[in-house]
T-cell receptor, first 117, second 115 residues
Framework: EAGVAQSPRYKIIEKRQSVAFWCNPISGHATLYWYQQILGQGPKLLIQFQNNGVVDDSQLPKDRFSAERLKGVDSTLKIQPAKLEDSAVYLC???????????????FGPGTRLTVT | QKEVEQNSGPLSVPEGAIASLNCTYSDRVSQSFFWYRQYSGKSPELIMSIYSNGDKEDGRFTAQLNKASQYVSLLIRDSQPSDSATYLCAVNYRPNSNSGYALNFGKGTSLLVTP
């Protein structure tokens, strides 16, 4: 079974530029997550989709970040304009579904390392 | 936001010893608990999940959960140099009353297994 795919793997941009990341989850996984991981910290949830609907985006800086999941499969995360503090690894994860009480295990893609100069 | 606390380490153990990693959490309603391993420059890899009080064993790994004490631990028996990594504890939570559940991660404990 193929894992979560992400691209690009690395990106270097200047502040105020825009950037987009792409994620393809594990086949059949209804739930998709975008996390931001700053060096030395654990992943921080940015946005969560179930199928093509947003479940939670309370920690997404909406003035500069946006995300969509068209057709309930692939997803893109965009930053416009980027700031120096956006330098981090952006991780995509997927899980089979969300039950009422529990969270199924999440499986992570390789991540995109973003450097903003 | 609810907290997940881990000692950042580094925790250094000799090869063949038992490594003990600990995690505490603040949200009493959490029901699902996970341990992820993250090698330097790589993404987190799920190694254990636990939902009920007690112990759960998988190979050299044992997860322990005590909901009354809000405490989760991971034991690694016969530690190998290849186990050297950062271990992330993750606990489920509900971001808001209208949302489903998500995972809240600790900052991770760095483990170094010395030959």
């Amino acid at each position: 079974e193929a894992g979560v795919a992400q691209s690009p793997r690395y990106k270097i941009i200047e502040k105020r530029q825009s950037v987009a990341f792409w994620c393809n989850p594990i086949s059949g996984h209804a739930t998709l997550y975008w996390y931001q991981q700053i060096l030395g910290q654990g992943p921080k949830l940015l946005i969560q989709f179930q199928n093509n609907g947003v479940v939670d985006d309370s920690q997404l800086p909406k003035d500069r970040f946006s995300a969509e999941r068209l057709k309930g499969v692939d997803s893109t995360l965009k930053i416009q304009p980027a700031k120096l503090e956006d330098s981090a690894v952006y991780l995509c994860a997927s899980s089979p579904t969300i039950r009422d009480r529990d969270v199924y295990e999440q499986y992570f893609g390789p991540g995109t390392r973003l450097t903003v100069t | 936001q609810k907290e997940v606390e881990q000692n950042s380490g580094p925790l250094s153990v000799p090869e063949g010893a038992i490594a003990s990693l600990n995690c505490t959490y603040s949200d009493r309603v959490s029901q699902s608990f996970f341990w992820y391993r993250q090698y330097s420059g790589k993404s987190p890899e799920l190694i254990m999940s636990i939902y009920s009080n007690g112990d759960k064993e998988d190979g050299r790994f044992t997860a322990q959960l005590n909901k009354a004490s809000q405490y989760v631990s991971l034991l690694i028996r016969d530690s190998q140099p290849s186990d050297s990594a950062t271990y992330l504890c993750a606990v489920n939570y509900r971001p808001n009353s209208n949302s489903g559940y998500a995972l809240n991660f600790g900052k991770g404990t760095s483990l170094l297994v010395t030959p």
